[in-house]
Every structure is written in C-alpha cells, then in structure tokens.
C-alpha cells in the first residue's frame, strides 16, 4: 500500500509503483513514474518527464526534471532518469536535458548529497557519490563508481573516467581517466586509485600493469598522442589498458596533466 500525504500534491498523470512513501508538501507533477518502494521526503519537487527507480530515497528540498538552465532551450520534451537505489539528498537538483541529448541520467546505487547539481545532458554512471555541494555544468559525463569532493566545480562537456576519484573544492576543466586519484590547483595526477580498485577486487597483476601505463601517460613527458601508440604497442590488452586507451582516443577537452 502506498502512503501519500493528504498534502502532497500528485498529478493524476502521474504513475506511482507499489510501497511508495510520498511525504507532507511534496509536488509530483504529470508524467512522472516514481518506482516500486520508493520514499519521497516533504517538500520535494518531481518535474514533468522525471523517470525515478525502485527503493530510492529522495530528500527534503530536492528538485528534480526541472528545465535545464540553458538559454536555447524552448520548452521542448526533454527528460531525467534516476535509476534504482539511488539517494537525493537535500537540496540536490537534477535538471531536464535540452534536445542535445534528451535525456539527463543518474545510474543506480548513486548518492548526490545536500546541495550537488546535475545539469543538463548529464550522464553518471551506476555506483557514483557525489558529495555535498558539487556543482556540474552541461553535459558532463561521469563513470561508474566514481567518486567526487565536495564543493568541487566541473566544466561543461568534461568526461570522468570510471572508478576515479577526485579531492574536494576542486576546479574540474579537463578530462579525468579512469582509475585514477585527481587532486590540486590546476587538477592533476595523483597516483591510482589503488585502494578503491582494491577494494571492488580489481587484481594485483592488473593494477600493476595500470600503475605502468601510467608512469608513460604521465611521467615521460610525451604527448598524450605519443603515449597511446606507446601504450597500444608495449602493454598487454587487459580490459582496464583497453578501457584507458580508448577514453584517450575519445577525449575531447584533453586530460588533466
């Protein structure tokens, strides 16, 4: 049995799985489906086209599938996605995409804490923490199981790499490989992500081989171009030097150095 609050206001267009906990004041407009045990605290906003996943937890104040903050947009049907499991602290805002790409996601397992912004076109991953007050632009892409500080700022268009993670109050402007540890002013390497790899059982001769395709991106002074042909030739194609070789290829703003 699902437990709505006289007070919250529920568009009849909008669909409300099983055990769903809506609190005091919360606004639930039309085309919203809020999935299977999931609990809505008070005063929350779902906007128009908000998809949300089974056995979430979305917070006092979170706003969530409200219209991008972007001049061009023209009202068009956009939309945002919340997988399952995931939890909005409060505060936290998702907006709606532009028709860039339609869509604004947040995976599954993820926690954006108290006041964290995701914009428009934004894609994370499944198993990501977003800590209090992170503030990311358009279009940003952000891997699985990463990891961000809080009071961090990350530029539009940027792309972090899976099971990175990144220091607080941090200016994010380039791209962030995966695996890896970011902190400082300007961003830079850090070193691996060694104990966060260690700990979701990434192996030892693996994190090895890693360690070393890293000291070529990082540490021998070449070209991001001339360390990909060094690494695709020297190193054994393990699924994390493929998964690294191919967000290199990929990089569009460059990678931290």
Known sequence: MN????????????????????????????????????????????????????????????????????????????????????????????????????YTRVGSNCMLMAYSHVAHDCQLGNNVIIANSVNMAGHVIIGDYVGIGGLSAIHQFVHIGAHSFIGGMMRIAKDVPPYILAMGEPLTYAGLNTVGLKRRGFKEQNLTLLKRAYKVLYRQKLTVKEAILTIDKEFEKIPEIVELLDFLKGSDRGIIR
Do not use: M, W
């Open 3 to 102: 437990q709505i609050h006289p007070t919250a206001i529920v568009d009849s267009k909008a669909e409300i799985g099983n055990n769903v906990i809506i609190d005091p004041f919360a606004v639930i407009e039309p085309e919203v489906s809020i999935g299977d045990g999931t609990h809505i605290r008070s005063h929350v906003v779902i906007g128009s086209g908000t998809t949300i996943g089974e056995n979430c937890q979305i917070f006092s104040g979170a706003v969530i599938g409200t219209v991008p903050q972007d001049l061009k947009f023209g009202n068009e049907k956009t939309f945002v996605t919340i997988g399952d499991n995931t939890t909005i602290r409060e505060y936290a805002t998702v907006n709606r995409a532009t028709t860039h790409s339609y």
